[in-house]
């Protein structure tokens, strides 16, 4: 119960419009970015990827409450979901660029 | 069965403090959450898999399809707002304005759901489809049948892709509809349930589809039987948790999926 009051106390209604303001103008971005191609494709992925994750981050953050949790929370879940993910890279992603080095359509 | 526990080893009251600082139902979620989130992440790797290797990619997202995506994206990052909005309310105990708020996110959630069940329709129209699933009868002669022949692949991980995180949102509309309005949401699932399911024709997907509320119906009821209860801020929280991660992970199909495939003409 002490957690809810704890956190009610530092948050301001404020910062939830400028995140979702942050997020609305993040996705305007991505839109134009994939429609003006200033970028060749795979830079691209990059720039949308880094976009996505800081999106993610907003998110993650301030909405699902996680920078207000306690450091331990917040460190063993970003930790372990990312190293899950930085295995799956290493899984996929050697095939994938194999495949397209060896021409195969 | 707790409390015989602790008091057997002597130290009555005495309970071992929870892991995080946090209660138990919201440490359920998270861990819940992170496991999804390796589902979702599963599926986006074995699509940018099947991206890279596959060349010429199809680009088949048109202006009308990528607005319409952009305006889904909208809803869902105005549905998070309202659903902080509701979880505010219902830490200040008032009852009248979480559920004011919850509804907003809940419609939010279903404008969502409507707009890509039309999308949906639209490119099953123009024969995007993959075997074995209903689809309209000119939907062969359609300008993305050439697509769906040439590279299986593209609406095998689209439809994939996007149908599990339309049924993570269908299924957080109901979880939100429970923790709002509890056993009174039911007849209304129902109704939605049976309206659907007579109105969308039988050449839809979505006449299939529509079952996913009949299914979220009866999981609801054995819920609100086995456990009739007042849904109170903590409630309200956990499932604002998994409400944002639905819109979280929107975040990365919107770009991969939708903007990496438009089509510049």
């Known amino acids: 119960m002490a957690t809810m009051e704890e956190y009610s106390g530092h948050d301001s209604k404020a910062q939830y419009f400028w995140v979702w303001g942050a997020l609305l103008v993040l996705t305007a971005i991505e839109v134009v970015l994939g429609y003006k191609q200033i970028f060749e494709p795979v830079r691209m992925l990059e720039v949308l990827l880094i976009l996505s994750i800081i999106k993610s981050a907003l998110i993650v953050g301030y909405f699902m409450h996680l920078k207000f949790e306690k450091a331990l929370m917040r460190w063993m879940l970003v930790i372990s979901v990312m190293a899950c993910f930085i295995i799956m890279y290493f899984f996929f992603f050697p095939d994938a660029d194999r495949i397209i080095r060896l021409g195969v359509k | ?265």
């Open chain 2, 1 to 265: 069965m707790s409390d015989a526990a602790a008091m057997q080893h002597g130290l009555p009251g005495e309970y071992e403090a929870p892991l995080f600082g946090a209660y138990s139902k919201k440490i359920g979620m998270w861990l819940f959450l992170a496991s999804d989130s390796l589902t979702f992440g599963a599926l986006l790797f074995a699509f940018s898999y099947n991206r890279i290797y596959t060349n010429p990619w199809p680009t088949p997202f048109h202006v009308a399809s990528i607005t319409n995506a952009t305006i889904m994206t909208a809803c869902l990052l105005s549905s998070s707002l309202t659903m902080v909005m509701g979880v505010f309310a219902a830490q200040r105990h008032d009852r009248a304005w979480t559920r004011y708020w919850l509804l907003a996110t809940m419609i939010f959630g279903t404008a969502f759901i409507v707009l890509h069940g039309m999308e949906w329709s639209k490119l099953i129209g123009e024969g995007l489809t993959i075997p074995g699933f209903p689809k309209p009868a000119g939907a062969g002669a359609g300008e993305l049948a050439d697509v769906s022949k040439a590279v299986p692949q593209f609406p095998a991980t689209f439809f994939g892709l996007t149908a599990m995180h339309m049924l993570h949102v269908t299924i957080g509309v109901i979880y939100l509809g429970v923790v709002a309005f509890r056993k009174w949401f039911l007849p209304l699932l129902g109704v939605l349930w049976l309206a659907g399911y007579l109105l969308i024709p039988s050449d839809n997907v979505f006449h299939y589809g529509i079952h996913a509320l009949l299914i979220g119906l009866i999981v609801s009821a054995i819920i609100l039987f086995l456990k009739p209860k007042d849904y109170d801020a903590h409630d309200v929280e956990v499932s604002g948790l998994y409400w944002h991660f639905v819109d979280l992970v929107w975040m990365f199909i919107f770009p991969l999926v939708y903007l990496m495939s438009t089509k510049i003409v």
